[in-house]
């Protein structure tokens, strides 16, 4: 390996370290259009399950069921 095939080596090494270091820097930053979608998805859900445990425990779905078992 010659001296210019190490300089670019070295060179292409650094510009990878520099990327990393400004990924590692912005991954934990979420935008807050970002943020405000997934409360808003965070609160259709648990509006589902509040409305899927209503159903299962209604006791007509359960007299259904063991019904359906005979």
Do not use: H
């Not at 935008?31 to 509006?47: I, T, V």
């Not at 899927?52 to 005979?70: A, F, G, H, P, R």
């Amino acid at each position: 390996m010659g001296p210019f095939e190490i300089a670019a080596l070295a060179i292409v090494g650094g510009f990878v370290y520099a990327g990393y270091e400004i990924y590692m820097k912005t991954k934990g930053n979420a935008g807050k259009g970002e943020l405000d979608a997934l409360q808003s998805e965070l609160q259709r859900l648990k509006e589902r399950v509040s409305t899927l445990e209503s159903i299962v425990t209604d006791k007509s779905y359960q007299l259904k069921d063991q019904i359906n078992k005979l």
